[in-house]
């Protein structure tokens, strides 16, 4: 046994013993040993690491009470348990399979008020003032509450001071997160909403979902009573920014932050939950600057701003604008991506509350889902429990266009957790559709005259934008090529085969009705995970001939800056359809099948602009490299 161990079963036993007051002589004689043996063995135990500092646990498997435990300079903290006996452990159990090493940390909750094991301790041998502490944790969908008094996940300890103080990262309430003041002499604890509901896209009684999610905290201990900083980000949504908070930095002397407990205690657990793990993995800690979630480029403390850095920083009022950047409601007539001169913005949408009616929205106006961390302020949230159709309260909502055009940009930003599998299957989820004049205000999606639909498709791990095209109410017959026949038909596979258009499958279906479809999905760059990413699609009507439709409209795509899907032999009316135009939008988030997991996706800053094809569309970067 190291001698680690013998000075921890040493405490361990001494603070036993102390409820038995016959035994304060001998109390005193293993509080003399354990000063004894602290003065003469320089022990790693008490060692502390220096920052930078992380951990993806890529140790021995480790259980505590039972092992010796050597991982990162990381301690044992307490020997106890949960009300089933569970012990904190280091295991592959938990591991996050996103990061690094094999291995995560096991914190066990059990039923009721404090019942768990007993976390896991990192000291900072520089005790510094400021720190950024990011960690990835998964709640199970067993883990449900009674009430969610407090869940204190993180412990970050201050130094030096008379008497020990605090700060507590925790889960508050049904909705809440609260990075929680202990042992100071004010109270007014950093707070903000997007906690267990927004995270977990349920409520407390219904349990965790059972996947990985980023947190990451930055704290800076305050030298004048209003100048220390709290913001707290979860799955990159800041739900928590205070830059005046008295840390008692300058009225209790907290100069530092000692050291760092990972798993502690909590009210008020169900009893139907019994005992469950909760798991942390991918630790960090800097004292530079902000980490970001896995795969990002570290932040530094004050980066050089600019109008095209994806951040909100120098004197900008939004991401990239505002201050000394072009005004946040203005734009380059000239897309950079596209190189297409935009003329008017047709619709817009940030979704910074749910007053759906109020901004020309119909059908399903009860619908719900704004919430915070958006790219810009909030943003539309679409979670789906496994089985379901259709995200929580969230149903179809649609709106006119300002225009109607034959030819357009739709611009949003995206952003996927990191369990998103879609339906799992080769169709769906439908997501975002456009619409013909010549549909109805209430037009079945399925059944339309020319309908546009933008989304995603899972494939071998990857997330692939695709566009599918669908009239149904045009096609004639099932499978055959009426080219030559008729300009009375779909345009798309059931009556013009797909390969003509530049699609890369095509669907046939009888339904009552031919259910034609063709598909552009040729899989060359993937949407990343847990990032907001921007999708720019550009659409030009075809051409017409005396009655002839030319096999020459245009269909792009950027993931960001990067083009994904390029045709510009796409036929999207037959020579008896020619003025046909898009002039509605729908958003109706739908799997058909069910989703196969419980999984989150956003949706932000979405609009549409008529444009004017100036011929210098821009050809991909060079140096891109795309993702197969």
Same mark, same amino acid.
């Given at each position: 046994?190291?001698?680690?161990?013998?000075?921890?079963?040493?405490?361990?036993?001494?603070?036993?013993?102390?409820?038995?007051?016959?035994?304060?002589?001998?109390?005193?004689?293993?509080?003399?040993?354990?000063?004894?043996?602290?003065?003469?063995?320089?022990?790693?135990?008490? &060692?502390?690491?220096?920052?930078?500092?992380?951990?993806?646990?890529?140790?021995?498997?480790?259980?505590?009470?039972?092992?010796?435990?050597?991982?990162?300079?990381?301690?044992?903290?307490?020997?106890?348990?949960?009300? @089933?006996?569970?012990?904190?452990?280091?295991?592959?159990?938990?591991?996050? =399979?996103?990061?690094?090493?094999?291995?995560?940390q096991r914190h066990w909750y059990g039923p009721g008020t404090n019942s768990n094991s007993g976390g896991l301790n990192l000291t900072l041998s520089e005790q510094p003032n400021e720190i950024w502490f990011r960690?990835?944790?998964?709640?199970?969908?067993?883990?449900?509450?009674?009430?969610?008094?407090?869940?204190?996940?993180?412990?970050?300890?201050?130094?030096?001071?008379?008497?020990?103080?605090?700060?507590?990262?925790?889960?508050?309430?049904?909705?809440?997160?609260?990075?929680?003041?202990? +042992?100071?002499?004010?109270?007014?604890?950093?707070?903000?909403?997007?906690?267990?509901?927004?995270?977990?896209?349920?409520?407390?009684?219904?349990?965790?979902?059972?996947?990985?999610?980023?947190? /990451?905290?930055?704290?800076?201990?305050?030298?004048?009573?209003?100048?220390?900083?709290?913001?707290?980000?979860?799955?990159?949504?800041?739900?928590?920014?205070?830059?005046?908070v008295d840390w008692g930095g300058f009225t209790q002397g907290n100069l530092g932050i000692r050291h760092i407990l990972i798993g502690s205690n909590q009210e008020d657990v169900a009893a139907s939950s019994g005992?469950?793990?909760?798991?942390?993995?991918?630790?960090?800690?800097?004292?530079?600057?902000?980490?970001? =979630?896995?795969?990002?480029? #570290?932040?530094?403390?004050? #980066?050089? =701003?600019?109008?095209?850095?994806?951040?909100?920083?120098?004197?900008?009022?939004?991401?990239?604008? +505002?201050?000394? @950047?072009?005004?946040?409601?203005?734009?380059? #007539?000239?897309?950079?991506?596209?190189?297409?001169?935009?003329?008017?913005?047709?619709?817009?949408?940030?979704?910074?509350?749910?007053?759906?009616?109020?901004?020309?929205?119909?059908?399903?106006?009860?619908?719900?889902?704004?919430?915070?961390?958006?790219?810009?302020?909030?943003?539309?949230?679409?979670? %789906?429990?496994?089985?379901?159709?259709?995200?929580?309260?969230?149903?179809?909502?649609?709106?006119?266009?300002?225009?109607?055009?034959?030819?357009?940009?739709? /611009?949003?930003?995206?952003?996927?957790?990191?369990?998103?599998?879609?339906?799992?299957?080769?169709?769906?989820?439908? $997501?975002?559709?456009?619409?013909?004049? /010549?549909?109805?205000?209430?037009?079945?999606? &399925?059944?339309?005259?020319?309908? $546009?639909?933008?989304?995603?498709?899972?494939?071998?791990?990857?997330?692939?934008?695709?566009?599918?095209?669908?009239?149904?109410?045009?096609?004639?017959?099932?499978?055959?090529?009426?080219?030559?026949?008729?300009?009375?038909?779909? &345009?798309?596979? @059931?009556?013009?085969?797909?390969?003509?258009?530049?699609?890369?499958?095509?669907?046939?279906?009888?339904?009552?009705?031919?259910?034609?479809?063709s598909t552009w999905n040729p899989k060359t760059v993937a949407i990343p995970a847990n990032v907001w990413t921007k999708i720019t699609a550009y659409v030009k009507m075809n051409t017409f001939s005396s009655g002839?439709?030319?096999?020459?409209?245009?269909?792009?795509?950027?993931?960001?800056?990067? $083009?994904?899907?390029?045709?510009?032999?796409?036929?999207? &009316?037959?020579?008896?359809?020619?003025?046909?135009?898009?002039?509605?939008?729908?958003?109706?988030?739908?799997?058909?099948? +069910?989703?196969?997991?419980?999984?989150?996706? %956003?949706?932000?800053?979405?609009?549409?602009?008529?444009?004017?094809?100036?011929?210098?569309?821009?050809?991909?970067?060079? +140096?891109?490299?795309?993702?197969?």
């Amino acid at each position: 046994m190291t001698i680690s161990k013998i000075l921890t079963n040493a405490f361990e036993r001494t603070i036993s013993d102390m409820v038995n007051l016959k035994k304060i002589s001998q109390c005193i004689m293993f509080l003399q040993i354990i000063t004894m043996l602290y003065l003469f063995f320089p022990i790693s135990v008490f &060692a502390g690491v220096n920052l930078p500092w992380s951990t993806t646990y890529d140790c021995p498997e480790f259980i505590q009470g039972s092992d010796d435990l050597n991982c990162d300079g990381l301690q044992e903290a307490g020997g106890w348990t949960d009300s @089933c006996g569970n012990h904190e452990q280091i295991t592959s159990a938990a591991n996050n =399979p996103s990061g690094g090493g094999g291995r995560g940390q096991r914190h066990w909750y059990g039923p009721g008020t404090n019942s768990n094991s007993g976390g896991l301790n990192l000291t900072l041998s520089e005790q510094p003032n400021e720190i950024w502490f990011r960690w990835y944790m998964r709640v199970p969908e067993g883990l449900s509450w009674d009430r969610l008094n407090y869940d204190k996940l993180i412990y970050i300890y201050l130094h030096p001071t008379s008497v020990d103080s605090e700060i507590i990262l925790e889960w508050a309430g049904g909705d809440g997160f609260k990075a929680a003041k202990q +042992g100071m002499l004010t109270t007014n604890s950093p707070t903000g909403s997007g906690g267990w509901a927004t995270t977990m896209g349920r409520s407390i009684y219904e349990g965790g979902d059972g996947q990985w999610h980023y947190f /990451e905290a930055h704290i800076k201990i305050d030298t004048n009573g209003s100048n220390g900083i709290m913001e707290m980000w979860i799955d990159d949504r800041k739900i928590i920014d205070e830059h005046n908070v008295d840390w008692g930095g300058f009225t209790q002397g907290n100069l530092g932050i000692r050291h760092i407990l990972i798993g502690s205690n909590q009210e008020d657990v169900a009893a139907s939950s019994g005992c469950q793990p909760v798991d942390f993995d991918d630790i960090a800690i800097s004292s530079t600057g902000r980490i970001g =979630p896995l795969g990002s480029t #570290p932040i530094t403390t004050d #980066p050089a =701003p600019t109008c095209s850095d994806g951040v909100q920083n120098g004197d900008e009022t939004g991401i990239d604008c +505002g201050g000394s @950047c072009l005004p946040c409601n203005s734009y380059d #007539p000239v897309d950079p991506v596209t190189g297409l001169m935009k003329q008017t913005q047709i619709m817009s949408e940030s979704f910074e509350n749910n007053s759906w009616s109020s901004r020309g929205w119909y059908d399903g106006t009860d619908s719900t889902g704004t919430a915070l961390g958006g790219y810009q302020g909030n943003a539309l949230r679409w979670t %789906w429990t496994t089985g379901s159709t259709r995200p929580t309260g969230f149903s179809t909502i649609r709106r006119v266009l300002d225009e109607s055009v034959d030819e357009f940009l739709i /611009e949003y930003y995206v952003k996927h957790d990191t369990g998103w599998q879609g339906s799992g299957l080769a169709w769906h989820p439908h $997501l975002i559709h456009v619409l013909s004049s /010549e549909d109805t205000a209430y037009q079945g999606f &399925a059944g339309s005259n020319s309908n $546009l639909y933008f989304e995603s498709i899972v494939s071998n791990g990857k997330n692939y934008p695709v566009i599918h095209h669908q009239d149904l109410v045009r096609a004639v017959s099932g499978t055959n090529d009426l080219t030559e026949v008729t300009e009375s038909r779909s &345009a798309n596979h @059931c009556d013009t085969p797909y390969a003509l258009t530049g699609a890369t499958s095509g669907t046939c279906y009888d339904s009552g009705g031919w259910y034609s479809a063709s598909t552009w999905n040729p899989k060359t760059v993937a949407i990343p995970a847990n990032v907001w990413t921007k999708i720019t699609a550009y659409v030009k009507m075809n051409t017409f001939s005396s009655g002839v439709a030319n096999f020459d409209g245009i269909m792009k795509l950027w993931v960001n800056d990067s $083009l994904a899907i390029d045709s510009n032999t796409v036929l999207y &009316a037959a020579g008896a359809y020619e003025g046909a135009t898009w002039d509605k939008l729908a958003l109706a988030p739908w799997i058909g099948d +069910g989703s196969p997991v419980n999984q989150t996706m %956003w949706l932000d800053e979405l609009s549409i602009w008529s444009v004017q094809d100036t011929g210098n569309t821009i050809d991909p970067p060079s +140096g891109v490299t795309l993702v197969n």
